[in-house]
């Protein structure tokens, strides 16, 4: 019985192709892990690699690509639009076929020790993986960033689960754990950041603060600009497509785009998104415009029209898309 792992560990190089290439190498040279997509995004100067292979394998492989990262990322001349603590900032690890989210803790628990022991970083646990309540949410140990660190580590509450509770300029920290799949998605807006950013406030689950809740359940939510493209983007995170579909989150952000008189121009996946995700958006839109649609890849192709997700870059399905 084959047991598949999922692992997207996010670099903070996103502009630098060599370096680019050299991360990639290191995953894809690794025996058993496939590398699956390369997301490079030159504003927030970050890199999203997803590859799959055994428990054991995807340890190696994103094992493989962090020394790489130790050699040619040096963050303390890092800048970019998304909240990053280290070179290596989240590597999570995901259950994909016969392997139970236990197993995926232990792959976080082993990378994160032997990442810590090898290069001397210090390394928090997250979602499942996390030890303490406080540390199950990315944004809560992220909160302040690579600048927070050196003053953060002196606080014994922030001591690392593995590693020194010291700083290093380099690389800065590591947050590495387990959790679900999880949709990476981003609408594109012509407005400015902080427009962009108060629409995100609105839907994100999180909102603006426990006094003033946002409307998406399982929705993480930013606003940024992208220089390279000249939009702005409220780039979300569907911690649970289920909660909330995709085109829920597309339909939120253009109805308070609508009420602020902001053009919304299509949208982005990055990364993979599951086919069942796809579907119910297709279903969603053949129901509210009275279509009749049967063919799976003819559904396919009206989402990818309605949600815009071909705006930037081409949208390939069989690339994208996992059962």
Request: net charge negative; glycine share 8%.
């Amino acid at each position: 019985m084959t047991k598949l792992v999922e692992c997207v560990p996010n670099f903070s190089e996103g502009n630098n192709k060599e370096v680019i290439d050299a991360l990639g190498q290191a995953i894809s040279r690794t025996p058993g892990c496939v590398l699956l997509d390369v997301d490079a995004g030159a504003s927030t100067n970050r890199t999203v690699y997803t590859f799959v292979g055994s428990p054991e394998a995807v340890v190696e492989g994103a094992l493989s690509a962090a020394r790489v990262a130790g050699q040619l990322i040096d963050m303390s001349r890092h800048t970019g639009e998304h909240p990053r603590m280290g070179a290596l900032d989240v590597c999570p690890f995901v259950p994909v076929m016969n392997v139970s989210m236990e197993e995926c803790v232990t792959c976080a628990h082993t990378f994160g020790q032997r990442l810590a022991e090898e290069l001397g970083v210090p390394v928090y646990l997250y979602g499942a993986a996390a030890r303490e309540e406080s540390r199950k949410a990315l944004p809560s140990i992220r909160a302040g960033e690579y600048e927070a660190l050196p003053e953060k580590l002196a606080k014994p509450e922030w001591a690392p689960d593995f590693g020194p509770p010291t700083f290093v300029p380099r690389w800065g920290a590591t947050v590495t754990g387990a959790r679900t799949f999880l949709i990476a998605y981003n609408i594109n807006l012509l407005c400015t950041k902080e427009l962009a950013h108060r629409i995100a406030l609105n839907i994100r689950e999180q909102g603006r603060g426990p006094d003033q809740p946002g409307r998406l359940k399982k929705v993480q939510g930013i606003g940024w600009y992208l220089e390279e493209e000249n939009i702005a983007q409220v780039s979300t995170n569907l911690l649970d497509f289920e909660a909330t579909p995709l085109h829920a989150v597309y339909e939120e952000v253009c109805r308070d785009a609508e009420a602020l008189n902001l053009p919304v121009v299509g949208s982005q996946l990055v990364g993979l998104i599951p086919k069942k995700a796809m579907l119910d958006a297709a279903e969603f839109y053949i129901k509210k415009e009275k279509l009749f649609i049967l063919e799976e890849e003819q559904k396919i192709r009206l989402v990818v029209s309605r949600l815009g997700l071909d705006s930037l870059s081409p949208f390939h399905p069989r690339e994208r898309i996992i059962e």
